[in-house]
């Protein structure tokens, strides 16, 4: 397909979805920095440091929409304690978001949508998960047996409903990743896939090894700006400011002596290939390219197209969210891979990346999807140049709008004009989007 620059394919025609700026917490291995911060904690966080960030009058701001997968039991709407904890007007409305790990990438759509529509004309997108915040569940029949207990009125009712409880219901429900359907877990998929197309360990773990030096590279070379320093610890006397999950010297050989998590005697896929269980929040600054403009303010890029899919995760692999969703951004923005200056796909495993990234580049393979042609091949140079989620982490309501950051910072710090951003999500879902400057 032929490159088009002109507006007349991108989302809002000649008054541009405009992405004013992004921030996020570093990105903490679960059970470590932010071991003691809930949801609302680290989504103030980002909040406040937006607000510290841009030169703009908070009363401005319309709505605020949060992800959250692991939302809290005593306050799922984490964006509306976001608002109520922050510097944020209180009057702000505010909404929580769920689709897996495209969850905050799925608030800044939301977001796109209600500045499309009119309905805001401000709107802080973000996301946040407390890994470290994750409970421990009563079973279903301990929980009956504790309902019938507070409704008996008398000893004798109280004894016969505590009398049925079982030995097996006194055991707690741990937080589980796997699918409610299919009762698989996402590092299980990541093994079906590694094999169904011949992703081995060598390669994975090449992969991982260069996603870290990546990270560590831009870290060094100050290609992240848009990470807040915080302060933690008991007395709040500890900084952190990089993700303390990256390895500046993690190498392959280092990485071989790991042995297979999912599948233990032909698996491939390891704690160093997949990206870890991590805490962390982000949040980007949306609004229409002429509001941008009255206020003084200058975009770092604009959202050009985005789409959604989901997947029959009975007949295909659930981690193939960017092969679907990507043909479909793209034929919207009137593009094609070739006229992508950059590419950012979430690290959900090294193995779905490499097997994405493969099926791409094979007409056959695509077509055996449901997909007319190839959708191209990735140039290694221009991908995930900075790193991505097996490095940096992956707070699964976070990582959207960092990825959208992450982005839009580098087509700004470039000078290019297109980018694509593409995720995978648990349940078979996906999401790609298509940023231009």
């Known amino acids: 397909m032929a490159k088009s620059n002109s507006n007349s394919a991108t989302l809002g025609g000649g008054d541009r979805v405009a992405i004013v700026a992004g921030v996020r917490t570093p990105f903490a291995r679960a059970w470590t920095a932010f071991k003691h911060w809930n949801e609302a904690d680290l989504g103030r966080a980002v909040a ?16 605020l929409i949060f992800g959250c997968v692991s939302a809290p039991m005593d306050g799922p709407n984490v964006g509306r304690e976001v608002v109520l904890r922050s510097q944020l007007p209180k009057h702000i409305p505010a909404s929580t978001v769920q689709m897996y790990c495209a969850s905050s990438a799925y608030a800044a759509v939301q977001g796109v949508n209600s500045l499309l529509l009119g309905t805001s004309e401000v709107v ?57 359907t299919t009762g ?49 610890g008991d007395n709040f006397d500890q900084v952190i400011e990089r993700d303390n999950n990256v390895r500046a010297d993690t190498t392959v050989e280092r990485m071989a002596r790991l042995k297979p998590v ?57 981690l193939l969210g960017p092969t679907l969703a990507t043909p479909i951004a793209f034929e919207r923005a009137g593009v094609s891979l070739d006229d992508m200056d950059l590419v950012e796909m979430h690290e959900a495993f090294a193995a779905q990346v490499l097997a994405n990234i493969k099926i791409w580049k094979d007409k056959d393979l695509c077509q055996r999807l449901g997909l007319d042609e190839a959708i191209g091949e990735v140039d290694m140079d221009t991908f995930n140049v900075h790193g991505g989620s097996v490095a940096l982490g992956h707070p699964f309501g976070a990582t959207g709008t960092r990825i959208i950051t992450q982005l839009a910072g580098e087509l700004q710090r470039r000078d290019k004009n297109l980018g694509l951003l593409t995720m995978c999500a648990a349940g078979g879902l996906g999401l790609s989007m298509v940023l231009e400057r």
């Open 124 to 180: 802080i997108a973000g996301g946040v998960e407390s890994m470290s915040s994750a409970r421990a569940r009563f079973s279903l029949g301990l929980s009956h047996a504790l309902q019938d207990v507070s409704k008996a009125r008398s000893l004798q009712d109280r004894l016969k409903a505590l009398s049925q409880i079982k030995a097996g219901d006194l055991l707690p429900e741990q937080p589980a990743i796997e699918e409610p």
């Open 184 to 232: 698989k877990s996402m590092g299980e998929s990541a093994e079906e896939m590694a094999k169904q197309y011949g992703i081995g360990r060598q390669e994975q773990d090449e992969y991982a090894e260069l996603t870290h030096h990546r990270a560590a590279a831009a870290y060094e070379s100050g290609k992240f700006p848009e990470v807040m320093q915080v302060l933690h």
């Open 262 to 318: 999912f599948d233990r005697r032909h698996g491939t896929v390891t704690a160093a290939n997949a990206s870890p269980l991590t805490d962390g929040a982000s949040a980007v600054l949306l609004m229409r390219e002429s509001r941008a403009k009255k206020l003084g303010l200058t975009p770092m890029a604009f959202v050009r197209s985005y789409a959604h899919v989901g997947i029959d995760i009975q007949r295909h692999n659930l």
């Open 48 to 63: 406040n440091e937006l607000l510290n960030r841009v030169d703009i009058d908070p009363e401005l701001i319309d709505e």
